[in-house]
């Protein structure tokens, strides 16, 4: 079991900056791998950003790169997602993911989810 608590966004002028950060209840935090999604109104939601397990390897959506980092704190049991250069079409409600091992996304668990607004 993994419980996921999320914290930061808000509101931001485009090309303005915001951290993201998610804390996990998990035994062992540094054998899962985390990501964050987003979901804009009316949109499916869809993977910005994960670091996989075991190589902690990157990834990016396209719409993101460059713009975007997340790093991990195992010491802290801690994910973030660092926007920068941020644009109106980055609004969305952010969330966090935490799955075991190469499972599907589908069966991750979800942080509460976080309003992110970027204003033109």
């Known amino acids: 079991q993994v419980q996921l608590v999320q914290s930061g966004g808000g509101l931001v002028q485009a090309g303005g900056s915001l951290r993201l950060s998610c804390a996990a209840s998990?035994?062992?935090?540094?054998?899962?791998?985390m990501g964050w999604f987003r979901q804009a109104p009316g949109k499916e939601r869809e993977l910005v950003a994960a670091i996989t397990w075991p190589t902690y390897s990157t990834t990016y959506a396209d719409s993101v790169k460059g713009r975007f980092t997340i790093s991990r704190d195992n010491a802290k049991n801690t994910v973030y997602l660092q926007m920068n250069s941020l644009k109106p079409e980055d609004t969305a409600v952010y969330y966090c993911a935490a799955k075991y091992g190469s499972t599907s996304w589908s069966g991750a668990y979800w942080g509460q989810g976080t309003q992110v607004t970027v204003s033109s």
């Open positions: 998990v035994r062992t935090f540094s054998n899962i791998a």
